[in-house]
């Protein structure tokens, strides 16, 4: 594994000043204008960066930071725009170092239902366009609250998936269970299928994760545990059982 690079981890942390600091000032600008809607920021500190159970940042930690617009309507509907941004280590001699992905949607809820149907372009400033790593997703989520817990079932679509590998389907169950004392309990079971998984250069897989977070004065700790069901000769490594420790701020 390349050893982590400080300059890429810099940068990251460069770009959360981008995204949550103006947020106050975009909020009270947003006030003032009287115009519809509430922007939230987090940032956040992790270990690892990993995506769908293949590590992101070459087992290194990352930083990253979001803002998000929300709406919502007395009918039960709503919609939302975000913006998030992580650093990145593909190992590609440096092609990529920062993700940046935009997301739009709408969202409905009625009694303990909610859906959420959207789209999500990532992108990697930087990165040669030959290598074709932009790409975009359409997304179906459909979850249900039982008070003691919710789960969730989701789907989401890719025409067009990460390095010109085809079109792209990644299914996930998850859940999560509020505990005492500020404790939450999460986990997921989820599969992703690539038309071309040589482009993409692993096969359709198998994923899973759990985590436990807690949350102190405004802080949320978590510790999750991620692993695929990939052999080693079909992902020599970042796509086996590790843990990975976060901590982050919302706003």
Same mark, same amino acid.
């Given at each position: 594994?390349?050893? !982590?690079?400080?300059?890429?981890?810099?940068?990251?942390?460069?770009?959360?000043?981008?995204?949550?600091?103006?947020?106050?000032?975009?909020?009270?600008?947003?006030?003032?204008?009287?115009?519809?809607?509430?922007? =939230?920021?987090?940032?956040? /500190?992790?270990?690892?960066?990993? /995506?769908?159970?293949?590590?992101?940042?070459?087992?290194?930690?990352?930083?990253?930071?979001?803002?998000?617009?929300?709406?919502?309507?007395?009918?039960?509907?709503?919609? @939302?725009?975000?913006?998030?941004?992580?650093?990145?280590? &593909?190992? +590609?001699?440096?092609?990529?170092?920062?993700?940046?992905?935009?997301?739009?949607?709408?969202?409905?809820?009625? +009694?303990?239902? *909610?859906? #959420?149907?959207?789209?999500?372009?990532?992108? @990697?400033?930087?990165?040669?366009?030959?290598?074709? @790593?932009?790409?975009?997703?359409?997304?179906?989520?459909?979850?249900?609250?039982? %008070?003691?817990?919710?789960?969730?079932?989701?789907?989401? @679509?890719?025409?067009?998936?990460?390095? %010109?590998?085809? #079109?792209?389907?990644?299914?996930?169950?998850?859940?999560?269970?509020?505990? *005492?004392?500020? !404790?939450?309990?999460?986990?997921?079971?989820?599969?992703?299928?690539?038309? %071309?998984?040589?482009? &993409?250069?692993?096969?359709?897989?198998?994923?899973?994760?759990?985590?436990?977070?807690?949350?102190?004065?405004?802080?949320?700790?978590?510790?999750?545990?991620?692993? =695929?069901?990939?052999? =080693?000769?079909?992902?020599?490594?970042?796509?086996?059982?590790?843990?990975?420790?976060?901590?982050?701020?919302? /706003?």
């Amino acid at each position: 594994m390349e050893r !982590f690079h400080m300059k890429k981890f810099l940068m990251a942390l460069s770009l959360i000043p981008v995204l949550s600091l103006p947020s106050q000032s975009l909020a009270e600008e947003t006030k003032s204008l009287d115009l519809p809607g509430t922007i =939230t920021g987090n940032v956040s /500190f992790l270990s690892e960066y990993s /995506f769908r159970g293949i590590t992101q940042s070459a087992e290194e930690p990352a930083a990253q930071g979001a803002l998000t617009w929300t709406n919502s309507y007395d009918s039960g509907l709503g919609s @939302y725009l975000g913006i998030w941004g992580s650093n990145v280590d &593909f190992n +590609d001699s440096d092609e990529a170092s920062i993700e940046i992905d935009y997301s739009a949607g709408l969202t409905y809820s009625v +009694d303990k239902w *909610s859906f #959420d149907l959207g789209a999500l372009y990532y992108t @990697y400033p930087g990165a040669a366009s030959r290598l074709n @790593y932009d790409y975009l997703e359409g997304q179906v989520i459909v979850g249900y609250n039982f %008070d003691v817990a919710s789960v969730a079932a989701s789907f989401n @679509y890719s025409p067009e998936n990460f390095g %010109d590998s085809g #079109d792209a389907q990644y299914y996930k169950l998850s859940g999560k269970v509020p505990l *005492s004392h500020g !404790f939450t309990l999460d986990g997921r079971l989820a599969r992703q299928e690539v038309e %071309d998984n040589t482009a &993409f250069a692993y096969p359709d897989y198998n994923e899973w994760g759990a985590g436990i977070s807690y949350n102190i004065e405004g802080i949320d700790l978590k510790a999750e545990y991620v692993d =695929t069901d990939m052999s =080693t000769t079909e992902c020599a490594d970042g796509c086996d059982a590790r843990g990975i420790f976060s901590v982050s701020k919302s /706003f």
